[in-house]
């Protein structure tokens, strides 16, 4: 029941970068696992990136793989997703939430807070 404010989405040409942020309101932030996941038009919402609570364990989309970092500054209330060498099919509405369990989980059903979204969208 955390509220999730993301930001930094924005329209980009292929093969640059954006840093995306998700700001978690309360002081249990630090106690659950992130994660952002994504949804492209006509497509069904898709794993992108998970981060444990301490941040010391991460889990990729192998599509996002080498070029997408997750992190999180549990002082600052803060969760990011780097993105780098953007491709065109990596637009979407980026999505951040805070999961149930303290350990990464790819599972969407896992997280039971969501945020607004933000609009990333990559140009040919």
């Known amino acids: 029941q955390v509220h999730l404010v993301e930001s930094g989405g924005g329209l980009v040409q292929a093969g640059g970068s954006l840093r995306l942020s998700c700001a978690a309101s309360g002081r249990t932030f630090s106690s659950y696992a992130m994660g952002w996941f994504r949804q492209a038009p006509g497509k069904e919402r898709e794993f992108v990136a998970t981060?444990?609570?301490?941040?010391?364990?991460?889990v990729y989309a192998d599509s996002v793989k080498g070029r997408f970092t997750i992190s999180r500054d549990n002082a600052k209330n803060t969760l990011y997703l780097q993105m780098n060498s953007l491709k065109p099919e990596d637009t979407a509405v980026y999505y951040c939430a805070a999961a149930s369990r303290p350990g990464t989980t790819i599972a969407g059903t896992d997280y039971g807070s969501w945020g607004q979204g933000t609009q990333v969208t990559v140009s040919s």
């Open positions: 981060i444990s609570w301490s941040g010391g364990s991460t």
